[in-house]
């Protein structure tokens, strides 16, 4: 009986949206934000905040090294006081400790960093959307990517493709076989990026 229920259930739905003039959009975050100027000026920003804090810690990190290089070496030594050995052996524990909780505040500072700037962005991105959807009669935008980029659609054509309109809403003036080109471009760095880091 439940079977049956939501048979009909489901008739109902797929006859109500027959009645109706469904009309369906794509595009997706992946595909617009590399276009949008005041978003790549964020990711310029993280990113020099982030090679400072790096730097910062490696600094830290290889001066952690040297002093544990000197300890190893001072233990080695004849005339080595256990006493003293023992305080520096604490100070070294002590400093790893604090360069461990500093990387976890730099991360946190970056999250936070990156929240402050991105929320602002992401946020006019879905008003253009909402504006492209009511201005084109679309029933549904849908996001043709996942969380991670990935694909979400099996099937799709570009016909329904609205990212052009929304780069256009937020002031990105593009066509859509230049928005191929750049977008393929992206990828392609993006695959040499990915390759360099592998060597």
């Given at each position: 009986?439940?079977?049956?229920?939501?048979?009909?259930i489901l008739f109902a739905f797929t006859a109500s949206l027959q009645a109706q003039d469904v009309k369906i959009g794509y595009t997706s975050a992946y595909l617009i934000l590399p276009h949008v100027p005041a978003y790549m000026k964020a990711q310029d920003s993280?990113?020099?905040?982030?090679?400072?804090?790096?730097?910062?810690?490696?600094?830290?990190?290889?001066?952690?090294?040297?002093?544990?290089?000197?300890?190893?070496?001072?233990?080695?030594?004849?005339?080595?006081?256990?006493?003293?050995?023992?305080?520096?052996?604490?100070?070294?524990?002590?400093?790893?400790?604090?360069?461990?909780?500093?990387?976890?505040?730099?991360?946190?500072?970056?999250?936070?960093?990156?929240?402050?700037?991105?929320?602002?962005?992401?946020?006019?991105?879905?008003?253009?959307?909402?504006?492209?959807?009511?201005?084109?009669?679309?029933?549904?935008?849908?996001?043709?990517?996942?969380?991670?980029?990935?694909?979400?659609?099996?099937?799709?054509?570009?016909?329904?493709?609205?990212?052009?309109?929304?780069?256009?809403?937020?002031?990105?003036?593009?066509?859509?076989?230049?928005?191929?080109?750049?977008?393929?471009?992206?990828?392609?760095?993006?695959?040499?990026?990915?390759?360099?880091?592998?060597?």
């Amino acid at each position: 009986m439940k079977k049956i229920f939501l048979l009909l259930i489901l008739f109902a739905f797929t006859a109500s949206l027959q009645a109706q003039d469904v009309k369906i959009g794509y595009t997706s975050a992946y595909l617009i934000l590399p276009h949008v100027p005041a978003y790549m000026k964020a990711q310029d920003s993280l990113k020099k905040t982030e090679t400072t804090l790096t730097n910062t810690l490696m600094e830290k990190q290889k001066d952690f090294e040297a002093k544990v290089k000197k300890f190893e070496a001072d233990r080695q030594s004849p005339n080595a006081i256990p006493v003293l050995l023992q305080t520096r052996a604490n100070e070294l524990q002590k400093l790893q400790q604090e360069i461990t909780q500093e990387r976890d505040l730099y991360t946190q500072e970056l999250q936070k960093m990156q929240a402050k700037l991105q929320t602002p962005i992401l946020q006019k991105v879905k008003t253009a959307i909402e504006e492209v959807g009511k201005e084109n009669g679309y029933t549904f935008i849908l996001s043709s990517q996942d969380g991670m980029g990935q694909d979400n659609f099996l099937f799709s054509t570009d016909k329904i493709n609205v990212t052009v309109l929304v780069l256009n809403k937020l002031g990105v003036k593009m066509t859509a076989a230049e928005l191929e080109a750049a977008n393929a471009k992206l990828e392609a760095e993006a695959i040499a990026a990915e390759k360099a880091a592998q060597k």
